[in-house]
């Protein structure tokens, strides 16, 4: 504990982006993660316009840009073993950049069935499986499923689905990961409420959903935590926290770890007060989970999580005036990138020798991502065994 207090406490900012063209809310980060990438690291950012912004790691500057029209994006992720950056469109498909080029045209497209809308997505660990979540259309909310693998024998750049699960969520899918580890496993949430875990090595929907989990109001973000990714958590729109262990699912435990119904009513905040959650750090080495949250004014809360429920360990500030919308934690060098809606991405880096810089004033824009919030009171949740 007192290790990561003195990381995240020691952290100072190294770099503020440079001011771009058109400022807009930072909404999600990804970094590459190839080795030959380190020399030159890049970042992809999303934007409250659709776009995503490719950044120089080191310098923060803008390399390039890339734009999601007719529709816009939601999501960002880079592939695990090349240099592609993902994002799920409004206009019914997955698009793939090399983000080394400059080119406005996607290198792949992943098409939807008629009339989707994706607002959520991921990438398998393999590289070999998307999942997209669309909006709900009529009565469907579907998480459709494309094989990503490059075939040399296939000329076209555009692909269409493997097949699609339609019965589990009955409104907007909000979310889709991926297990860090094990290319079968993928958890999706919704505003719903429902936290869906599915092995989609099995033949048909119904047997590939392992487990669901309620988490009683609309899903904003959802991780793996735990020894061996064994557990899931999730955060939603009303500012709630939930905490799921899997390795309970066969056995007569209750599978629920922690269950918070709105965080900003039982932490205390050293400094100050919490406004929102942006989202969760586990901590491989260390084995721990952590929630980070933020206030209105720019400050970041780090959160240590454990069954007994939320304790803040520190802040950082001096960095953001709004509301801080994303992060990225470097577990190698134990940076953090973080994207807000005063339109900065900063980088900060321990023990580096801190820049003044001035705090830019928040952005007076409204969002393009608008945030659902609908309470539902079922079951806590629902364990399907195996027979």
């Known amino acids: 504990m007192e290790k990561i207090e003195e990381q995240f406490s020691n952290l100072h900012i190294i770099k503020r982006s440079s001011e771009p063209k058109e400022p807009t809310y930072l909404l999600d980060i990804d970094t590459s993660k190839t080795v030959e990438a380190e020399k030159g690291s890049l970042v992809a950012v999303l934007c409250s316009n659709g776009s995503i912004r490719i950044y120089d790691k080191e310098t923060l500057n803008i390399l390039r840009e890339f734009n999601g029209y007719p529709g816009l994006l939601n999501g960002v992720k880079f592939a695990n073993s090349c240099d592609n950056v993902y994002s799920a469109s409004t206009e019914g498909t997955v698009k793939c950049w090399d983000a080394r080029l400059a080119s406005e045209k996607p290198v792949q497209l992943f098409k939807g069935y008629t009339s989707n809308v994706f607002i959520s997505f991921d990438i398998s660990c393999n590289d070999h499986v998307i999942c997209a979540g669309t909006e709900k259309m009529d009565d469907d909310a579907l998480l459709v499923f494309w094989d990503a693998r490059v075939n040399s024998q296939v000329s076209s750049t555009t692909r269409d689905p493997l097949g699609a699960y339609s019965e589990t969520h009955s409104d907007d899918i909000t979310q889709v990961r991926f297990?860090?580890?094990?290319?079968?496993?993928v958890v999706s949430g919704s505003t719903d409420g429902l936290v869906n875990v599915f092995d989609i090595n099995v033949d048909n929907e119904e047997d590939a959903l392992v487990t669901t989990c309620n988490s009683v109001s609309s899903v904003s973000y959802i991780g793996w935590c735990g020894k061996d990714y064994k557990q899931i958590y999730c955060m939603t729109h009303d500012e709630g926290f939930s905490w799921w262990d899997?390795?309970?699912l066969d056995t007569d435990e209750p599978i629920t770890r922690l269950n918070i119904q709105d965080v900003r009513e039982i932490i205390n905040v050293k400094e100050g007060n919490l406004d929102y959650l942006i989202g969760g750090l586990y901590?491989?080495?260390m084995d721990k989970l952590f929630v980070i949250g933020g206030t209105n004014t720019g400050r970041i809360h780090l959160m240590n999580c454990t069954t007994s429920g939320l304790t803040h360990v520190t802040t950082l500030q001096g960095g953001h005036?709004?509301?801080?919308?994303?992060?990225?934690?470097?577990?190698?060098d134990d940076s953090l990138l973080t994207g807000g809606e005063d339109a900065?991405?900063?980088?900060?880096?321990p023990g580096a020798v801190?820049?003044?810089?001035t705090k830019k004033d928040s952005m007076k824009i409204a969002s393009s991502v608008h945030q659902r919030v609908r309470i539902h009171s079922n079951d806590s949740y629902r364990r399907k065994k195996k027979p």
């Not at 297990?179 to 496993?185: A, L, W």
């Not at 005036?321 to 190698?332: D, E, G, I, M």
């Not at 801190?354 to 810089?357: D, L, N, Q, T, Y």
């Open 246 to 248: 899997l390795n309970h």
């Open 321 to 332: 005036a709004a509301t801080v919308r994303s992060f990225y934690w470097n577990t190698q």
């Open 344 to 349: 900065q991405l900063l980088l900060w880096k």
């Open 179 to 185: 297990h860090p580890s094990n290319p079968n496993m």
């Open 283 to 285: 901590h491989e080495k």
């Open 354 to 357: 801190e820049k003044m810089f």
